[in-house]
């Protein structure tokens, strides 16, 4: 099983960003999907998840609640997250990571496989 996340950059405060997370030998469609962040110096946190396709609840950090949105597009097999009105300190690496479960859970040790990172940049 391999995950990856992508769309990463460089983007000026307030910009906005999606990133991608696909997998092979997984089909994203049954897993519970997790958004991660690690910035420098700092440890790994939680930034929002995804239920499965049956299921599709979220949950979001406070930081970033009413900025980022994660969605699936089933068509692509993809998992999306829409990040709007960035802040510098939203700057970090961005991982997605995927579960068993079908239920959304903002904790990293409920997750199964994990995927390299994508880097945001945010700054002016």
């Known amino acids: 099983v391999q995950l990856q996340a992508s769309g990463g950059g460089l983007v000026q405060p307030g910009g906005s960003l999606r990133l991608s997370c696909a997998a092979s030998g997984i089909t994203l469609d049954y897993n519970a999907i997790g958004w991660f962040r690690q910035a420098p110096g700092k440890e790994r946190e939680g930034v929002g998840c995804?239920?499965?396709?049956?299921?599709?609840?979220?949950y979001y950090a406070d930081s970033v609640k009413g900025r980022f949105t994660t969605l699936r597009d089933n068509a692509e097999g993809t998992v999306y997250l829409q990040m709007n009105s960035l802040k510098p300190e939203d700057t970090a690496v961005y991982y997605c990571?995927?579960?068993?479960?079908?239920?959304?859970?903002?904790?990293?040790?409920?997750?199964?496989?994990w995927g390299q990172g994508t880097l945001v940049t945010v700054s002016s």
């Open positions: 995804i239920g499965s396709d049956r299921d599709r609840k979220t």
């Open positions: 990571a995927a579960t068993f479960s079908r239920t959304c859970s903002p904790h990293m040790t409920d997750y199964n496989f």
